[in-house]
């Protein structure tokens, strides 16, 4: 395995490659054009390819603080978000395993609360609505495959416009239709970090680290970044009027401990998370969790529902979203690529997702490869970012 740090004049952008035999010419032009996107269409971009058992491709590519001129490394560290979301997922899995959490079973068996749940039916402007009791219990396996009816304010106007429209009191949200009738992105994996810390008897935390983190060696995913990690983590850019706009890190960087979201990474880390699954759920000669789970999580768990594009109802968060919309499933924790695939790019059964400061991965099992694309602005799924995703992605198609 080779390595290469390469410095850039003025600009002072950084690069580091890590190229794995046995092809390092077909890697080097994914660096390439990286390099050529950091800082022009994005302030700074990581990227990792693995396949089960090492590090393909790493690179990383314009500034971690742009004002005080600290170029990207490799080992910076990244608001991952949503991508927080199948690591909960995964630990649902492992409480499965040992009988004690069913998937059949009612959200209300663990959070009886929610048996305050109803359907709106009908939404007034000024935020009044009508609604009515589900024909049918939110289950976990609703909330695994974001089927439950349950949402986020800014994929949806209406949830917009409610005087709490937060994650604070969601058993008094309304849900947006019944159970099991069709997909809507929501803090569905909030819930379920809220079984797993009732069932467990630890908090979010302490089960991901305990179970997930210390066995997979992912030293540097956190809900809180250490003091002396600080200057590792990557500023957040906005675009305002069509430029981007640097937000300055705090002095203490941390997150709510969350199921859904709240996660510091790496590449490296998510990297490690990545080939859990190429590995059907073994990390070296320790299992995780079964092949059978790998397998729920990364098939269709939604019968003939179809992943529906989710709109915006605040595009400095986010715009409409995601690719593959209108044809892709969700198993327990992950998009899956349906047929057809798009010429050169990720195969059919792959599965991914992604954070909203523009993070992504995605895991091809048929190729045994899995990549991981780390960005920090908002919108989610701003143009020049997706410009970015698909410019990776086919790169690393072609490389074979």
Not at 164 to 186: C, S, V
Not at 188 to 193: Q, S
Not at 346 to 360: E, L, M, P
Request: hydrophobic content about 40%; glycine content about 8%; overall charge neutral.
């Amino acid at each position: 395995m080779t390595a290469r740090s390469v410095h850039f004049g003025a600009s002072a952008i950084f690069v580091s490659l890590i190229l794995a035999p046995p092809a390092p010419d077909q890697l080097a032009p994914i660096g390439a054009f990286l390099q050529e996107s950091a800082p022009r269409d994005v302030p700074a971009i990581c990227a990792l390819v693995v396949d089960r058992d090492k590090v393909l491709f790493e690179a990383a590519a314009g500034w971690r603080d742009q004002a005080a001129g600290a170029p990207l490394r490799p080992d910076s560290i990244f608001r991952i978000a949503s991508m927080t979301k199948p690591v909960t997922s995964l630990a649902v899995m492992m409480l499965h395993e040992q009988g004690r959490i069913g998937f059949d079973d009612p959200v209300t068996k663990y959070l009886p609360e929610f048996d305050r749940l109803r359907v709106m039916t009908e939404f007034h402007e000024d935020g009044r609505y009508e609604s009515r009791p589900p024909k049918r219990a939110v289950l976990v396996r609703h909330l695994l495959t974001h089927t439950s009816g349950i949402g986020y304010a800014f994929a949806d106007p209406r949830l917009a416009k409610l005087p709490d429209p937060g994650r604070k009191n969601l058993a008094d949200m309304p849900l947006l239709h019944d159970p099991g009738e069709k997909f809507t992105y929501g803090p569905n994996t909030y819930v379920l970090g809220q079984i797993v810390e009732r069932v467990s008897g630890r908090t979010l935390d302490v089960f991901l680290r305990e179970n997930i983190f210390a066995p997979l060696g992912m030293r540097d995913t956190a809900y809180t970044v250490p003091a002396e990690h600080r200057d590792r983590v990557v500023t957040v850019h906005a675009r305002q009027n069509g430029a981007w706009v640097e937000r300055p890190n705090p002095e203490t960087i941390r997150a709510d401990v969350a199921g859904d979201g709240g996660l510091f990474s790496t590449a490296r880390d998510y990297g490690a998370f990545l080939q859990l699954f190429l590995n059907r759920g073994r990390h070296g000669g320790t299992r995780l969790v079964s092949e059978a789970s790998i397998r729920l999580m990364t098939t269709n768990q939604m019968g003939d529902v179809t992943l529906d594009e989710q709109p915006s109802a605040d595009r400095t968060l986010a715009m409409p979203f995601p690719i593959g919309a209108g044809k892709d499933k969700f198993g327990f924790g992950f998009q899956v690529e349906m047929p057809p695939a798009r010429d050169g790019m990720r195969r059919a059964g792959s599965v991914s997702w992604g954070g909203i400061f523009n993070t992504h991965f995605w895991i091809d099992p048929d190729a045994g490869r899995g990549a991981v694309l780390l960005m920090q602005v908002l919108p989610y799924y701003d143009e020049a970012a997706v410009k970015v995703l698909r410019g990776f992605e086919s790169r690393v198609y072609k490389a074979g």
